[in-house]
């Protein structure tokens, strides 16, 4: 596995009020740097932590999981890197004597802390456990590496075996607990080198380094794994300017050594950083410094790095070169490995692994089925909610409905709004047919007062010709229905209808009538002027004929003056009581027009109203069509569910499979390594029983010839001996 470098940058608070901050935290992953307000630049860590942060968190972010991994067997280290004053003895420390405070105390005493509670854990949760933690603490002075465990001051040297590097002469002390562990650091503190320089009243002067080792065992049935893991915790020496040290003789001489350390270690990094030179020497073996760091920089360990800075203006340019170093170390990649062995009897670490293994298969399939269920029930939820939204989508409707109903209850007052939602379409049909039959009976009448009116045309007077001509054209055929209150109504002027129509049938009979008696007056008159023309044309007597005459003239002349007088009062009489019926059929036909005026009133309103009533039809089935998508589409999406449940249940019974496979497949492999070991096993102990049986030979034949040298004095023995082995067959 590999990783890169964390790298976490933590500005401290400033020293002078009057100044100036040249940092600024832009959030908790990027710091700027301004140099007199002029350019600014960003940079960009795994984490930055402004100057009230807590030493806890500090803590949880860096440390707190790399110590933990050091119980698994994987290699750890912390260094503070930053200039001189910066606050790196306070990030990995805490202030002085305050080591044990819960809020001050700094990294060192909250890991070590952390590393044995974590071993604790562990010791209760596995059965066979133990541990056993050892402690180095030396200092790199002048470039030479010191124990601070030990008072004389024989040196270390370094022996690098690859992937090892040891301190040897380092005393290494056995530690049980943390109390113990800080003991060993608080004593190798007090000899670490310090002294007052004018950026800080107790700077460091050497690179400590804590190396803390840690092994484990870890039995469980007949397998017994050993780990290994060694955690660093680093506090480096600060850079230092001989412009703000101010330092000089011995002073000079360890910042020299001290900024040449760094600068090999910023060498190294700068290389590891470029993935080009991946592979180029690093020149680690430079300074002491880089050599013990070797495998925490692009090695085989986990490593975080903590840069401090100064925030205030005049350290600038030193903080520019401290995130410049960070942002390098954030380049580089380690390749972790975990330091376990396993050991134990193999059949019975197979059987354990197949065990495990099958557990694991059990937890997996209690998953699926927990998933499955999960997703079940989501499933259905989501069907509840549909069902929830369709009912809703539903009473919606029907509230639509109702209000509908209601209005058809308003326009059909007296019924009950039941009755009209069930009868309403026998309603509609009875409504249609019965404006049919009012529409005929109309048509009917009109076309009789047609008849009427042309009837009375030669005796019509100018203006009631007019009033005739000037009527209104016939409006069109058009099927209207009426609600049942005004077809009830209508029935009630249906029946005037009728009545006037009875009284024009009357009139009529009695036009007819008139009609009758003025065309058989008129033939009495054409009778009497026949008899009289024949008369007249006589040839006999015509002085008779014409005194005859003269007289029959005075005598006609008479009677036709009577019967002319007689015939105009009658036509006077009968002119005045047609005027009067003509009158009167006049004002009946205008009562009649207003009448067929207020049924086409009626007319119109009952199309207003089969319009509503359409328009509602159209509503319900739109509201249906929507009822039925919303339906496929809960279908549809409910299809997806299952679909996707049955997904699930085929990749979780795919891996299920897998894991049976691979299961059977150990199961092979142990039981050929069990017939292995039995084949093994039977061909030693034959083997065995060859050599037992050889060795019998052995012994006997060396005994026989003992026997026959302690015999050879007794020749008569030595003969009976000689055939008891040979009868025998022994040899
Ligand atoms: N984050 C902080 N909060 C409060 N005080 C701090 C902080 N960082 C540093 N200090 C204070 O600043 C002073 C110098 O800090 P420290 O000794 O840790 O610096 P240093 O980087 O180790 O310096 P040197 O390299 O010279 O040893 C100390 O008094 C310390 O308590």
């Not at 901050?21 to 990027?30: G, I, M, P, S």
């Not at 110590?67 to 004053?85: D, L």
Request: proline share 2%.
């Amino acid at each position: 596995m590999s990783c890169y470098i964390k790298v976490y940058g933590r500005v401290r608070p400033s020293t002078s009020r009057n100044q100036q901050n040249a940092l600024t935290v832009v959030d908790k992953l990027r710091v700027k740097v301004e140099a007199d307000g002029r350019c600014e630049k960003l940079y960009e860590l795994h984490r930055i932590f402004a100057e009230d942060i807590a030493q806890e968190d500090v803590f949880t972010t860096a440390a707190k999981k790399m110590v933990e991994e050091c119980t698994e067997g994987i290699n750890g280290t912390i260094f503070a890197y930053g200039q001189t004053g910066s606050g790196k003895t306070h990030t990995m420390l805490g202030p002085a004597d305050s080591w044990s405070d819960p809020v001050a105390k700094g990294l060192i005493p909250r890991s070590v802390e952390h590393l044995f509670a974590q071993l604790e854990l562990k010791a209760q949760e596995c059965q066979k456990f133990s541990f056993k933690i050892n402690v180095e603490f030396v200092e790199l002075y002048n470039d030479d590496i010191f124990d601070l465990l030990r008072s004389d001051s024989n040196k270390i040297t370094l022996r690098d075996t690859g992937n090892d590097i040891t301190l040897v002469g380092a005393k290494s002390e056995s530690v049980d607990n943390s109390l113990d562990l800080m003991h060993v650091v608080k004593r190798g503190w007090k000899s670490r080198r310090t002294a007052a320089t004018a950026m800080n009243r107790d700077s460091s002067r050497s690179h400590a380094l804590l190396i803390i080792k840690v092994c484990t065992e870890e039995v469980t049935g007949s397998l017994k794994t050993n780990r290994s893991s060694i955690l660093n915790l680093v506090d480096l020496a600060g850079s230092e300017r001989q412009s703000h040290t101010k330092a000089s003789g011995e002073r000079l001489k360890e910042e020299t050594n001290i900024n040449s350390s760094l600068t090999v270690l910023g060498r190294c990094i700068r290389l590891l950083s470029k993935p080009s030179t991946s592979h180029s020497f690093i020149p680690y073996r430079d300074s002491h410094l880089t050599h013990i760091l070797k495998n925490s920089l692009g090695g085989i360990s986990k490593t975080a790095v903590i840069v401090n800075m100064h925030p205030d203006r005049s350290f600038v340019a030193e903080s520019s070169s401290t995130l410049q170093f960070a942002e390098a170390c954030t380049m580089i990649k380690n390749r972790v490995l975990r330091n376990e062995v396993m050991s134990g009897d193999q059949e019975n670490s197979y059987k354990k692994a197949i065990h495990e293994l099958r557990q694991e298969i059990d937890e997996t399939r209690a998953k699926a089925r927990e998933e499955f269920a999960r997703r079940l029930e989501e499933s259905e939820k989501n069907y509840q909610q549909l069902l929830a939204e369709s009912t809703a989508l539903k009473s919606e409707h029907t509230e639509l409905r109702f209000k509908y109903n209601v209005g058809l209850y308003m326009m059909a007052s007296g019924s009950e709004k039941e009755i009209v939602r069930k009868t309403i379409a026998l309603e509609l049909d009875a409504t249609n047919k019965r404006c049919q039959l009012l529409q005929e009976q109309r048509d009917e009448l009109r076309e009789r007062l047609q008849q009427s009116l042309n009837s009375t045309i030669p005796m019509q007077t100018p203006c009631g010709k007019q009033r005739r001509q000037s009527s209104r054209p016939q409006r069109r055929e058009t099927v209207y229905k009426h609600s049942p209150s005004r077809l009830a109504e209508l029935a009630g002027q249906d029946d005037q209808l009728h009545e006037t129509e009875l009284r024009v049938a009357t009139l009529e009979n009695e036009i007819q009538v008139v009609r009758a008696k003025l065309e058989k007056v008129t033939e009495e008159k054409f009778k009497a002027e026949e008899v009289h023309a024949d008369v007249i044309s006589g040839e006999e007597a015509s002085g008779r004929i014409e005194e005859h005459s003269r007289s029959t003239a005075h005598d006609n002349q008479g009677e036709r003056a009577e019967y002319q007088l007689v015939e105009e009062g009658s036509t006077r009489e009968m002119e005045k009581h047609y005027s009067f019926q003509i009158k009167n059929s006049a004002e009946q036909i205008s009562d009649l027009k207003s009448r067929l005026d207020a049924y086409d009133q009626e007319i119109e309103e009952a199309r207003l109203l089969r319009l509503r009533l359409e328009e509602s039809q159209n509503k319900e089935k739109e509201l249906g069509k929507m009822i039925e998508n919303f339906r496929k589409q809960h279908e549809d999406d409910h299809r997806e569910y299952r679909e996707e449940i049955r997904r699930v249940k085929a990749n979780m019974e795919k891996e299920l499979a897998e894991r049976q496979k691979s299961l059977d497949l150990l199961q092979n492999e142990l039981e050929k390594t069990v017939r292995a070991s039995n084949k093994q096993k039977s061909e030693a102990s034959l083997q065995f029983e060859a050599k037992m049986e050889n060795l019998k030979k052995i012994i006997l034949i060396q005994f026989l010839s003992h026997m026959v040298i302690a015999l050879s004095g007794y020749p008569r023995l030595f003969a009976g001996l000689h055939h008891f082995i040979e009868d025998d067959g022994v040899l």
